[in-house]
């Protein structure tokens, strides 16, 4: 396994703007993730995918907010018109379905910090 | 609101001695429980996963779980200053969902 890859690194962007994060899950795996951090608190749940299908959305996440995984493989997370709140850490993580939630084991990437001007 | 609660400390411990991490959660039906550890600036890391009561050991992290109770911990033995970071707790209910603690903080002291 190479590890849950996430594109770009960082990125600041101006109140206003529309940013796009890409994530690549761990190979065989067909869960992915999508949480946001911010600074001294633990990872927010936004939304999940079981292949290309969103299962979950958090009722938090406003309609700027979007994601794609149009082949099952890697995600896209949209913001549209950025403010200064939606700075934090977008986190993307990624599983390997064995049926059960039980067992479910989620394998982080290292993130996207955004931050809002 | 299901919620998951951890002492964001910080947590001061001697390098060498036992660090003893806990968290509590209001969900009765959690299923599945995960300690994370995220350094500054990273993502976090998964040290272990744990779904039965009573203790799992990996190395020189054992995990204890008390669901009658509704509280896991993790302890570290041995501390060394590398192990200075936050430590997450994420439990899961019925579903893939994982709700989160804030983090506690651990510093080891050499």
């Known amino acids: 396994d190479t590890g849950v890859s996430q594109d770009p690194r960082h990125k600041i962007t101006k109140r206003g703007q529309n940013v796009t994060f890409r994530c690549d899950p761990i190979s065989e795996h067909n869960r992915l993730y999508w949480y946001r951090q911010t600074l001294g608190q633990g990872p927010e749940f936004l939304t999940y995918?079981?292949?290309?299908?969103?299962?979950?959305k958090s009722r938090l996440l406003s309609d700027r907010f979007s994601a794609e995984r149009p082949k099952g493989s890697f995600s896209t997370l949209e913001i549209q018109r950025t403010e200064q709140g939606d700075s934090a850490m977008y986190l993307c993580?990624?599983?390997?379905?064995?049926?059960?939630?039980?067992?479910?084991?989620?394998?982080f990437g290292p993130g996207t910090r955004l931050t809002v001007l | 609101q299901k919620e998951v609660e951890q002492n964001s400390g910080p947590l001061s411990v001697p390098e060498g001695a036992i660090a003893s991490l806990n968290c509590t959660y209001s969900?009765?039906?959690?299923?599945?429980f995960f300690w994370y550890r995220q350094y500054s600036g990273k993502s976090p890391e998964l040290i272990m996963s744990i779904y039965s009561n009573g203790d799992k050991e990996d190395g020189r992290f054992t995990a204890q779980l008390n669901k009658a109770s509704q509280y896991v911990s993790l302890l570290i033995r041995d501390s060394q200053p590398s192990d200075s970071a936050t430590y997450l707790c994420a439990v899961r209910g019925e579903g893939y969902q994982l709700i989160w603690g804030a983090g506690t903080k651990l510093i080891i002291k050499p």
């Open positions: 993580a990624s599983s390997r379905d064995r049926g059960r939630p039980s067992t479910d084991t989620q394998y």
């Open positions: 969900d009765r039906g959690s299923q599945s």
């Open positions: 995918f079981q292949n290309e299908a969103q299962l979950e």
